[in-house]
């Protein structure tokens, strides 16, 4: 993190608000006794600090069951919680910390495995 190009701190910006929001969601999950969504949500943040190359996916997929979750049960500041964060992902910092997967572009030599 010794890049201190306003690019990078909107990196920083976006990958600490993401990652904060779903700690403290977690919490407040466990706290209510949703156990299997308290527990994803840890992992789904350590996905986007680390910056996994499916971290945006995992996102996506989890903020997207959030949001159905919320609008189905009437819990309008889960729904909101979850809509913003998707429209968070949105944002060229976040597309710059988690490129979007493009179909048949592979990895550079020296990246991780998907497998």
Known sequence: M???SPTA????????????GLVVYAA?????????SGLVAPLVAALLIARHPRARF??????SAL???GL????????????AAIVAMQTPPAVRAWPRVVAGRTR???????T
Do not use: K
Not at 28 to 36: G, S
């Open 2 to 4: 010794s890049d201190s």
């Open 9 to 20: 701190a909107g990196e920083h910006v976006v990958v600490i608000a993401l990652a904060g």
């Open 28 to 36: 407040i999950a466990l706290i209510a006794h949703r156990f299997v």
């Open 58 to 63: 995992s996102a996506y997929v989890f903020f």
């Open 67 to 69: 949001a159905v979750r």
């Open 72 to 83: 189905v049960a009437g819990a309008w500041a889960l729904a909101l919680f979850a809509g």
């Open 108 to 114: 550079r030599a020296g990246d991780a495995s998907s």
